[in-house]
C-alpha cells in the first residue's frame, strides 16, 4: 500500500509546482486566454449582430423587390391598357379611312355613271335624230316625186312666208 501513498516531501514539492505554475499563468496565461475569449465571445456577437443585420437587409430587400414587382405589375398593367387603347384608336381610324375611301370611289363612280349616261343619252339622241332625217329625207323624196306635188309644197311655203 506504500506504492499508493506518497511522501510528505513529493506532495509539498508538486504543491509548491502548483503554486508557482498557477501564478505563471495567473500573471501571463489566464489575461491571453480571458482576452481571447473574450475577443471570441465579441466576434460571435459581432456575428450574430452581422447575421441579425443581415436578415434585415434581406427582410427589407424582399420587401422592396416585392414592391418593384408590384409597381412593375401596375405598369405592365397600364402599358396593356395604353396598348389596347391605342389598338382601338388606330382600328377606328383605319374604319374611318377606309369609309371615306370607299365613299370617295363611290362618288367617282356615280360621277362615271352619270357621264356614262350622259354620253349614251346623248348617242342615242344623235342616232334617233339621224334616223328620223332619213325617214324624213325619203318620205319628202317620196311626196315630191310627182311635180304637181313639188308645186304645191313651194306655193305653201310661200303662203306661210307672206303671212308673217
Known amino acids: 500500500m506504500e506504492l499508493f501513498t506518497p511522501d510528505f516531501g513529493l506532495v509539498f514539492w508538486m ?3 502548483f503554486i508557482i505554475l498557477f501564478a505563471i499563468l495567473a500573471k501571463w496565461g489566464w489575461p491571453v486566454i480571458l482576452k481571447n475569449i473574450d475577443e471570441r465571445a465579441d466576434k460571435i456577437d459581432k456575428g450574430v449582430e452581422y447575421a441579425q443585420e443581415a436578415r434585415a437587409q434581406l427582410d427589407s430587400a424582399r420587401a422592396d423587390a416585392q414592391k418593384y414587382i408590384e409597381e412593375a405589375q401596375i405598369k405592365q398593367a397600364e402599358m396593356l391598357r395604353d396598348a389596347a387603347k391605342m389598338k382601338s ?3 377606328e381610324e383605319a374604319k374611318n379611312e377606309a369609309a371615306k375611301e370607299a365613299q370617295k370611289v363611290m ?3 356615280k360621277v362615271s355613271i352619270e357621264q ?3 354620253e349614251a343619252e346623248l348617242q342615242f ?3 334617233v335624230s339621224k334616223f328620223s332625217l332619213e325617214i324624213a329625207e325619203k318620205m319628202v323624196r317620196n311626196q315630191l316625186s310627182n311635180d304637181k306635188a313639188q308645186t304645191e ?3 305653201k311655203m310661200l303662203d306661210e312666208i307672206e303671212k308673217n
Open 15 to 17: 504543491f509548491l509546482a
Open 89 to 91: 384608336q388606330i382600328i
Open 116 to 118: 356614262s349616261r350622259k
Open 153 to 155: 309644197l313651194v306655193n
Open 125 to 127: 339622241r344623235n342616232e
Open 107 to 109: 362618288d367617282a363612280a
